[in-house]
């Protein structure tokens, strides 16, 4: 269908077709089929068998005979009693190993936070921390309407306690995100905000966010796939990148086809950790999801926590459930990971992602699925963790013994400001020691090099001939360059390679030497900073007044300085996120470049694989994305702009207008959605534009083929237990189970097993 009949002289090439509706799986449970659901007394009781609930679309098997199942043969871990036994285990030693000094997020239905087994309360000094509502976009997420309880359930697996009842983790905060409404309807862009909000507020309380919980996913197809990885793949790698850890449901709609490997989305992911659910013998469960490299744990009659409308109010917020599903599993691998995270800091290792997942990987046992051949890996988190109390005691005359953590640095050495009486010395080069030492150079009044109670004054009188010299030496060294009122010009290579850093003014220069943290601050003047990446993986984060570089082995912070360069040229997968001022900003993109600029400042990012660029801070913003020489695909939507070519790809969000060029060469394609019911459709033989009612525009020139989606709609997402499935369902149960299959199966055959093997079933 053509959006006008007087367009019909066009070719084949530029039609512009409407979008089909998509295939999405809605969460909508009514109140009078949640309480059927769950089918189960008002016992408040988390271990009373009475509560327990069967909540599979067919009958339930007939338990084994226990008389006749060995310990060897009950091959699923209990998560929940392992973390009890190692509570117990550390009461004794520095910490308990119980989560403490972490914050979770859940963005799920909300949390019903005055819960008896989650803290009774809300905000600072309870155990439910903050949390923002992205349904009603309120600062209240909690968890009601008819159809919640699933975020509740989640919450409690993940850090609950009571007097009869406690997670994993049940000394972490917890943040709740609610990303369904009351109907229990929820989208993706919901899930989009509150990952930016992670991101955003991840050091905003007492305990930073570690770790994310989305026990929700997607049906995709080939048509809609696209829009979601658009929407969030930058903000799950963003998360990545922070350190905190994302753990994501594998799906529940398993069953129907022995080749069936695909995962929900953003399970499938390969930013995110996916989780799948197996039985008490360790074989994955009849409804889970499977793909090579899933972590696993039980998911079936998980125990927990639930709002109190569930039975109906008796204002007693003290219920409990039963419920079937990954969504159960993975809050419990969630939690384990905080465990363990929180077991490497005691034992004074760094808990870096790749750090805690490798920790948990080598504590499990792989198995292999027998319908699929796919293989996955049961937790055991007794074997994940180290406790600090069963380790042998080093003898205090020996305080740097083996198992004794390593104490931080003395002020002299972490903080060259503050120290007691200082040496000054007239010195030309300085030359440092092996240690790990932390440095000020202050350019305010001369050249100030000020380092463990020392003070060296350089002379600059022939500097711009010879540049004065800083090697700092091996070890993990610091630097913070305090900059004066002069332009000045930075040059900064990680220290592994062989180009020196330098800073240059119209009067000296300084070369670097063996630093792997610099700090610049722009003391005000004409500064300009250029950046250089290593061979490795690294990530830019750059906005008006702050930019950081860093990969392994080396940070650079520049703040307040209004033109920054950053090349990522050496090697490795790069990543760039680039955000606007409160002004008027415009982004260029071209291959391997990209710029945002306003009319006081400036970044440029070469070389890099993905950008992802921000338009949120305010103003009126534009872009304009340019393609390469090859076959190059671009998606123009209300919230995103996104364009793919061979070997790179830019995200653009919050942008009001938008000009897309096809003019490098190659077979292009151009998808501009809209939902703006009042809005404007033009085209002519060569260009496609949408002019909405604000006089926003999203225009392309110059593509083989414009495509146009009219009344765009958001992509439904869905809580991953079978409770919310079977409901939801209905009595086409089946039938629907088979379309939700071979939906999300088409992404996977989409892609191309290749892709599937390399990029989204495996870590």
């Known amino acids: 269908m053509k959006i006008s009949d007087h367009h019909q002289d066009i070719g084949e090439q530029d039609v512009i077709e409407l979008c089909e509706e998509r295939l999405a799986l809605s969460a909508s449970l009514p109140s009078d089929l949640l309480l059927e659901a769950l089918s189960i007394g008002l016992s408040d009781d988390p271990l009373d068998p009475t509560a327990a609930v069967n909540s599979d679309l067919s009958s339930p098997p007939e338990p084994a005979d226990a008389s006749q199942v060995t310990d060897a043969e009950l091959a699923t871990p209990n998560l929940i009693e392992q973390a009890a036994e190692i509570r117990s285990q550390s009461s004794t030693g520095n910490s308990v190993l119980n989560g403490s000094g972490q914050t979770v997020a859940v963005i799920d239905s909300g949390v019903a936070w005055d819960h008896v087994a989650l803290g009774s309360g809300f905000g600072p000094g309870y155990r439910v921390v903050g949390g923002w509502d992205f349904a009603e976009n309120d600062d209240n997420p909690y968890d009601d309407g008819p159809a919640g309880f699933h975020g509740t359930h989640v919450a409690g697996l993940l850090a609950g306690e009571s007097d009869s009842f406690s997670g994993v983790a049940p000394g972490a905060d917890i943040v709740a995100l609610r990303v369904f409404d009351d109907d229990g309807m929820g989208q993706l862009s919901w899930i989009e905000d509150s990952l930016q909000w992670v991101h955003d507020n991840q050091h905003a309380f007492e305990s930073p966010i570690t770790t994310v919980n989305l026990s929700v996913g997607a049906a995709l197809n080939a048509d809609n796939l696209a829009d979601a990885m658009s929407m969030l793949e930058d903000e799950l790698q963003l998360l990545r990148d922070d350190g905190i850890l994302v753990f994501a449901a594998a799906g529940n709609f398993f069953g129907n086809s022995v080749t069936d490997t695909s995962l929900m989305y953003p399970a499938a992911s ?329 009319e006081t400042s400036f970044q440029a990012a070469y070389g890099f694989e993905r950008v992802y660029a921000y338009a949120t801070a305010g103003g009126n913003d534009t872009a304009t994305l340019y393609d390469s020489d090859g076959d190059d695909t671009m998606s123009v939507s209300p919230s995103r702009s996104i364009i793919s070519g061979p070997g790179y790809q830019v995200s653009a969000r919050g942008f009001e207008s938008v000009d897309a060029y096809a003019s490098g060469g190659g077979n292009d394609t151009v998808n501009i959605y809209a939902d703006d019911a009042n809005s404007q459709w033009d085209q002519t033989s060569d260009r496609l534009q949408w002019t909405g009612s604000d006089g926003a525009t999203r225009i392309a020139r110059g593509f083989e083929r414009m495509q146009a989606f009219e009344q765009y709609e958001p992509i439904a997402i869905a809580p991953q237990s079978l409770n919310f499935a079977s409901m939801i369902l209905g009595d086409d149960a089946d039938e629907r189970l088979r379309r939700e299959r071979q939906a999300s199966q088409a992404v996977f055959e989409w892609l191309g097993s290749e892709k599937v093997s390399d990029t989204l079933l495996g870590e």
């Open 270 to 598: 390969d930013a995110v950790v996916a989780v799948g659910s197996v039985n008490d013998l360790g074989d994955l469960s009849s409804f889970s999801q499977r793909a090579d490299g899933l972590l696993a744990t039980s998911g079936e009659s998980v125990h927990s926590s639930v709002p109190d409308h569930v039975y109906g109010w008796d204002g007693q917020v003290n219920d409990f459930a039963s419920l079937n599903g990954t969504s159960m599993a993975t809050p419990q691998i969630a939690a384990a990971s905080m465990l363990v995270r929180q077991s490497m800091i005691d034992e004074g290792v760094e808990p870096t992602p790749d750090a805690i997942l490798a920790r948990l990987r080598e504590s499990t046992v792989t198995r292999i699925d027998a319908e699929t051949g796919a293989s996955y890996s049961v937790i055991d988190l007794q074997a994940a963790v180290k406790i600090a109390a069963s380790d042998p005691v080093t003898d205090a005359s020996e305080p740097n013994g083996p198992n004794d953590p390593i104490e931080p640095n003395g002020p002299a050495e972490n903080d060259p400001d503050e120290q007691g009486e200082q040496t000054e010395f007239e010195i030309t080069h300085f030359t440092g020691t092996s240690d790990n030492e932390s440095f000020v150079l202050d350019l305010t009044d001369g050249i100030e090099l000020r380092s463990g109670g020392n003070i060296y004054r350089f002379d600059a009188t022939d500097s711009l001939t010879t540049p004065i010299v800083i090697d700092v030496g091996a070890g993990a060294d610091s630097l913070h360059i305090i900059g004066s009122d002069e332009a000045e010009r930075l040059v900064m290579y990680p220290s592994a390679g062989s180009e020196a850093s330098r800073l240059s003014t119209n009067t000296f220069a300084i070369e670097f030497r063996g630093v792997e943290s610099v700090v610049f601050d722009g003391g005000g003047g004409s500064d300009r900073a250029t950046l250089y990446d290593s061979s490795g993986d690294d990530t830019l984060r750059s906005g008006p007044d702050k930019t950081e570089l860093s990969g392994v082995g080396f940070q650079f912070e520049i703040n307040q300085v209004s033109r920054i360069y950053v090349h990522a040229t050496a090697g490795g997968d790069d990543h760039a996120f680039l955000n606007d001022s409160v002004g008027d900003d415009t982004l260029a993109v071209r291959p391997q470049f990209t710029s945002l600029r306003n």
